[in-house]
């Protein structure tokens, strides 16, 4: 080989060495660099020289400075690596780099390799010894947030950390195609899917007002009317026939009432379909089965993708494979409906459509016995009495329990309520018992009042009368027909309670004491009479 082929061979190099960033560690770039010197057969008398020209400017200033006074062309490389050691590379403490693997968790989009790799990463500088492999299983483990692939982990017996890495890999590649299968589903297109979740029960404890309709009337009897179903036509549908669903999930109840006095059905023949729908004033939809559907002759069968979901009243749910809107004539009046096509069930008329047609009728029995509504007059016959022990010593509190001045207000009007409704009065004269009182907020933003009669129930003397069980009432109904339920708002303010047991009841405020004209529901007496009174 000549001398200009050697020269040439010598200049190519395998492999690139950047300068070295005092941000990383020395250690590396120092690994790196003796890898270099190995894949181009580097002499150890050139390493030092090749070193001192790759560091970097910056480096090698801070290099220089460390050698002074000696020069720094004099330091092997052996000494060199040293000194960039102790300056570059300080000494950690293994409980903060123990703590920096523990803490160490997957982050989000993380594989399981990933995650494993930088482990081992940090595993290095914490010195586990022989407990090292069980260290990195563990952390491994432990800091797998999926819930499918730690489980199985947390079954095998002699795992070690190669198995729980070659395990962990597996057991993702199946989460992940098992989620990909299920979102394509089996032929049935899903847009979207949403939890349920519980809703709290609606009271309507307020009658309605006198301007008002009864909210949701019911038909009398088994309704079942004839009505004509017909495809809208082009003049009959607004421009825009975007269907606006106002809630995702519509109650469907079928909660007509079996009986002798069925409705007849309204006949009406329209291109030939005569049909009868159940009314429903329960549900939110209309209903139309598929075999009705496809029975129809209507020039356009074809359904729109409807989003609406149906929840029956005792949870039952149902998916309607479309939807479409027909033209319904009943009696001589027209409608358009939008109706929900399922697979089978019975055709069923909602409230709205039930309003729109004047398929129901209202009964304003309410206005007609507004009397027997309103008031809180108590009923006639037993009177309560509080009987105490005659060796008991009497509690009386002199001074209110502190309330929030923004409930003040709120606090003085349920006050004055109570007294303009006869239920409690006011008291000046001294009493031997008076008991503070406290606030309980409601869940429609009023309060609740709530005397603190523990001290006078610790010295009353109680009748006892025997609660039926469900068992005994059921027995008690059984072969009845008919059903009512009577419901007494404030029931415990209906019974009258005995004028020497009234001031037993008093109770203080900053608006003065009061006592109660009938029974409180706090006190332990007047629910062992109602018991004997049911």
């Not at 492999?15 to 894949?39: C, H, M, S």
């Not at 480096?59 to 000194?83: F, G, M, N």
């Not at 007059?377 to 060796?391: P, R, S, Y």
Request: proline share 7%.
């Amino acid at each position: 080989m000549s001398q200009s082929e050697g020269a040439h061979a010598s200049s190519v190099l395998i492999g690139r060495l950047d300068p070295y960033d005092q941000v990383k560690e020395i250690t590396n770039y120092l690994e790196r660099l003796d890898l270099f010197f190995k894949a181009n057969d580097i002499s150890a008398a050139k390493q030092a020289a090749v070193l001192l020209s790759c560091i970097g400017a910056p480096v090698y200033k801070t290099v220089k400075s460390l050698c002074d006074p000696e020069a720094v062309s004099e330091k092997t490389y052996t000494e060199l690596c040293t000194l960039l050691k102790s300056h570059y590379g300080p000494k950690r403490l293994v409980i903060a780099e123990r703590f920096r693997f523990y803490q160490r968790g997957p982050k989000p989009g993380e594989t399981v390799a990933q995650y494993s790799v930088e482990l081992q990463t940090l595993v290095g500088p914490c010195k586990f010894g022989c407990f090292l492999d069980d260290a990195l299983r563990d952390r491994l483990v432990c800091g797998i947030h999926c819930e499918f692939i730690q489980k199985h982990l947390l079954t095998k017996d002699g795992l070690t950390f190669s198995k729980a890495i070659e395990l962990a890999k597996t057991l993702e590649m199946a989460n992940k195609d098992l989620q990909e299968m299920k979102a394509r589903g089996d032929g049935t297109v899903v847009q979207a899917v949403q939890e349920l979740k519980p809703r709290q029960p609606r009271r309507f404890n307020n009658p309605p007002s006198k301007d008002q309709r009864s909210p949701h009337p019911r038909p009398s009897g088994d309704c079942v009317i004839s009505v004509a179903m017909t495809p809208p036509s082009k003049h009959a549908l607004p421009q825009d026939n975007t269907v606006r669903i106002a809630r995702r999930w519509a109650v469907f109840l079928k909660s007509a009432v079996r009986g002798p006095n069925r409705c007849e059905p309204f006949s009406q023949l329209i291109h030939g379909h005569t049909m009868s729908f159940l009314l429903d004033t329960g549900s939110d939809v209309n209903i139309l089965p598929q075999d009705i559907f496809n029975s129809l002759n209507i020039p356009d069968k074809n359904l729109q993708p409807s989003s609406t979901r149906l929840t029956g009243f005792f949870g039952g749910k149902a998916t309607p494979i479309g939807e479409n809107t027909l033209i319904c004539q009943v009696k001589g009046k027209t409608q358009t409906l939008r109706l929900l096509i399922l697979a089978q069930g019975e055709p069923v008329i909602g409230k709205h459509a039930c309003e729109s047609l004047d398929l129901v009728l209202r009964v304003y029995t309410l206005f007609g016995h507004e009397s027997v509504f309103e008031g809180g007059e108590c009923l006639h016959g037993q009177t309560v009495n509080i009987k105490i022990d005659g060796a008991a010593i009497p509690y009386c509190v002199t001074t209110p329990r502190r309330i929030p001045i923004p409930l003040m207000p709120q606090r003085k009007e349920e006050l004055d309520k109570m007294e303009n409704l006869g239920i409690i009065q006011r008291i000046t004269k001294p009493t031997d018992w008076c008991s503070p009182i406290v606030i309980a907020p409601k869940k429609n933003g009023a309060i609740r009042l709530c005397v603190d009669l523990r001290q006078l129930n610790r010295t009353t003397t109680r009748e006892r009368f025997t609660i039926l069980t469900v068992k005994e009432v059921l027995g008690k109904v059984s072969g009845a027909q008919i059903f009512s339920l009577l419901d007494a708002k404030h029931g415990f303010w209906q019974v009258p309670l005995a004028e020497d047991s009234q001031e037993l009841t008093t109770f203080i405020t900053p608006f003065g004491r009061f006592c109660f004209n009938s029974p409180i529901w706090h006190h332990v007496s007047p629910r062992n009479v109602l018991t004997n009174n049911e």
